[in-house]
């Protein structure tokens, strides 16, 4: 018998105690070796990240309904402290950094929330969710035995507490919180502290317990984790690599299981597909877990500059839900089903006795049984052979790598391998409405290139960029004077930059995100006497993980100039100026109020680097979400009516010769009907905003592909004396399409019985097909 089967059938009796008695009811969150005991009552638990910051609270209702209707039960989020305090001692709890808002919202659907304090968080989010004001902090260390972090830390962890308390938002006061995160994956960085990484995983694990809010608390990724705090995994395969709890005691919880991979700038397309998903998911539940968190159920966006370093806008836009709240299948219906498969199996799972029996090479079935139930697991852990199994007397056809449940020991129900739930595309209809005026209506504002003499903040050596602009722009001006030189070399450390000599565009450069230095090299004209070189630094946010976070730098550190008779002379210490940001952004020219400070001009001619464009717009038609194309553009910032929708970088190519983000979402709430105002910056050269496009997005392109070997619908079974029962007329595998959003089928584009190809949106005949199988799915639509 394995270890972990072990615990679980002879240590139930301990149990960590976080409830409070309210007449007859027990409120509030215990937990044994078995699962969590919420309000009395054992649970199963699948969860979604959604984090509030990267939706708007009018998509908020609409994201918790389909994490529902998906089949989960709690949803989890991260809290932000560099949103909720960017300003030390000044907080912000508005808008869609409500919070509290979020939370009751969770409980008013009738599920449950389980909240990531931090305080970092990482989370590719701008430096971690520490606030910069941090950084200047005297003698700080950043998540270390260091006094002045955790004087600060303790100080925002028990505001944001107290805040949770006063509006009885814990599962203890009868609210919808039953888990709270302290620290965040803290065991990578631990050993870079030595002794004080060890007293500081100690202090934390005292400052959680001491806040006395009646569940339980974890860390995830720390074996040390103090008691009673609960030890957590993330992964991939968390019911392979997971060690287990710290003590019998404590259940085994998943608090990220990936759901797809975030991308970078720079990056091509890249997927996990939802059978390995789900075959993970099913095998962690196989193996005593009892809550399991998709990281990220919906990514979202990352508005603004809030993503950290060459984070693009869009995030996690492969999970269940996608950028824009759209569900993307089979990946959500496919989990959907898992979930209500492994529900089937509750009894068995949370009161029952495990036992594993080897049926072969990579092949066992996991049985739970007891309390007058049975549910089994049969794996086969084969990558590349499907497999025929015998057990207790039946035969089961088992695909590779994949698990199928039997909630009843007998009937399978769920292969994570066989998709019965439907798949779909996603579509970018250009907006009629929108585009009426795109092509004609645009106009500029170039910047000024400031010379030496210009800009007022003088030292010996270019600044370091992070402390220059303290996380308030992207941006930073560095200008210095030189008498001659054929090539120009800046060496930066990170993140972009852009050159001009004499106000002249020279090009521009960057990093990556695995090395944010870089070193520009290009020729340049001069002229007799002085000559002004100009760079603008540029941040693609910052850092968001590691140790010594705080002695991260970035910007131009060497700066020289070859070609010369007397060899390379070195303009490092050749006396810099320097300007934090861009006039555009210091005047708001992005917002009604600042929109004539500056004059704007027809587009003619050449459109030089650091230009920006505005033009008008009517809202798209419907109330389908929106997005805009950002053709033949380069790298730069887009705001809609004031608010910015984020980074945008066109210029930077995949390895397939792609831009890694072409559709930027622009959330409806952020417009009026007509009128609405577009900005753009744009950092590079020859940019073309006609070709801008608004587009419209739906998934109404919906598919099915079923075989003979895929088992009837999971919804087809329930349960009867624990015993799984087909409550379907048709005990046959079927296709089942159903339109999104309440819409019916208009038009049938492909249907084939025989050996079509290809996939959903993109389906074609094989060598063999039925010829009137398009008429007979026809019929039955109409």
């Keep these: 018998m394995s270890s972990f089967l072990f615990l679980i059938t002879t240590l139930l009796s301990l149990l960590a105690s976080f409830a409070v008695a309210d007449g007859n009811k027990t409120l509030g969150v215990t937990y044994d070796g078995r699962s969590l005991i919420i309000n009395g009552k054992r649970e199963i638990l699948f969860s979604g990240s959604i984090h509030y910051t990267r939706s708007t609270p009018d998509m908020w209702p609409d994201l918790i309904q389909k994490a529902k209707r998906g089949g989960l039960n709690v949803i989890q989020t991260y809290v932000f402290w560099n949103i909720h305090e960017p300003v030390q001692g000044q907080y912000n709890f508005q808008g869609q950094y409500d919070l509290v808002k979020f939370i009751k919202m969770i409980g008013e659907h009738g599920m449950y929330a389980s909240l990531r304090l931090g305080p970092f968080i990482q989370a590719e989010w701008n430096h971690g969710g520490l606030p910069y004001w941090l950084r200047e902090v005297q003698n700080i260390t950043f998540r270390s035995d260091n006094e002045p972090f955790k004087y600060h830390m303790k100080k925002y962890v028990t505001m944001i507490i107290k805040k949770m308390k006063n509006e009885k938002l814990f599962a203890s006061q009868g609210g919808p919180i039953i888990l709270v995160q302290i620290e965040n994956e803290y065991s990578t960085i631990q050993l870079a502290y030595r002794e004080k990484g060890n007293k500081y995983v100690q202090w934390t694990g005292n400052l959680a317990v001491g806040m006395n809010i009646g569940v339980p608390w ?27 709890p710290n003590k019998p005691n404590k259940p085994s919880l998943w608090t990220e299981n990936w759901t797809a991979q975030f991308r970078v700038y720079g990056d091509p397309p ?63 219906g496919h989990l959907k089903d898992l979930h209500r498969a492994l529900k089937l199996c509750k009894k068995a799972l949370l009161w029952g006795y495990p036992s594993v029996k080897k049926l072969g090479q990579d092949l066992e079935a ?51 391998q066989t998709i019965v739930s439907q798949h779909n595309s996603r579509n970018f209809v250009p907006s009629v409405v929108a585009n009426k005026r795109l092509s004609w ?20 050596n270019p600044l370091e960029l992070f402390n220059l602009t303290k996380d308030t722009t992207d941006y930073a001006w560095y200008s210095m004077i030189a008498n001659a030189s054929p090539v120009l070399i800046v060496a930066s450390l990170g993140h972009a930059l852009v050159a001009f000599v004499n106000g002249e565009y020279v090009g521009n450069g960057h990093g990556s995100h695995l090395d944010k230095s870089f070193v520009f090299r290009k020729p340049i004209k001069l ?28 910007g131009p550190h060497r700066v020289e100039i070859l070609g010369l008779n007397t060899g390379t002379l ?26 004539n400070k500056v004059k704007w001009t027809k587009i003619e001619g050449k459109r030089p680097a650091l230009t920006w464009f505005k033009t008008h717009f009517d809202a798209p038609e419907g109330n389908h979400p929106i997005a805009i194309q950002m053709n033949r553009m380069g790298k730069g910032m887009i705001w809609i009516n004031g608010q910015s929708i984020g980074r945008y970088w066109i210029s930077y190519l995949s390895p397939l010769g792609q831009p890694t983000q072409s559709e930027y979402h622009i959330p409806r709430s952020y417009l009026k009907p007509t009128g609405n105002l577009m900005v753009i910056l744009e950092e590079e050269e020859e940019a073309r905003p006609e070709e801008i496009k608004f587009v419209v997005v739906d998934r109404d392109t919906i598919c099915s592909y079923i ?10 079974w329930g349960s009867k004396n624990n015993v799984s029962e087909y409550t379907a007329n048709n005990r046959k595998a079927s296709a089942v399409l159903t339109c999104p959003d ?34 007979v799915v026809e019929r039955v639509k109409s």
């Design 441 to 460: 209506d645009w106009e500029t504002y170039t910047e000024s290139i400031p010379t030496f003499e210009q800009l007022e903040n003088k030292a010996t």
């Design 527 to 554: 002229k007799e006497g002085p000559n002004h070189i100009q760079i603008l630094g540029s941040v693609v946010g910052f850092p968001d993980s590691g140790a010594y976070m705080e002695k991260r730098f970035a």
């Design 742 to 775: 309440f819409k019916v089928i208009t038009n049938v584009q492909f249907a084939s019985y025989g050996d079509s190809i290809g996939i959903c949106g993109g389906y074609q005949y094989g060598n063999c097909n039925a010829q009137d199988t398009k008429e």
């Design 218 to 244: 974890v860390m995830c990724k720390q074996k040390d984790a103090p008691d009673p705090i609960i030890n957590t995994c993330n992964g991939r395969y968390c019911g392979d690599t997971f060690t287990g």
């Design 707 to 716: 075989s003979d070997i895929h088992p009837p619908p999971v919804q087809s």
């Design 366 to 416: 996991i049985v739970y049984e007891g309390h007058g139930a049975c549910a089994a697991f049969l794996s086969n852990n084969s990558t590349y052979m499907e497999k025929t199994i015998s057990f207790r007397g039946r035969n089961y056809y088992l695909p590779s790598k994949s698990i199928s449940i039997l909630p009843d020991c007998q009937t399978v129900v769920y292969n994570t």
């Design 570 to 595: 070195e303009l490092t210490k050749n006396r810099w100026a320097h300007q934090v940001g861009l006039y555009g952004e210091e005047a708001k020219i992005f917002t009604l109020g600042g929109l």
């Design 270 to 332: 890249s997927q996990r597909s939802v059978e390995d998903l789900a075959f993970s998911t099913a095998r962690f539940i196989s193996r005593n877990g009892t809550l399991i968190n998709y990281y990220m159920y919906h990514g979202g966006t990352n508005f603004g500059r809030t993503s950290a370093n060459f984070v693009t806008t869009r995030y996690y836009d492969e999970a269940p839900l996608d950028e824009f709240g759209l569900q993307r299948e089979p990946k959500w």
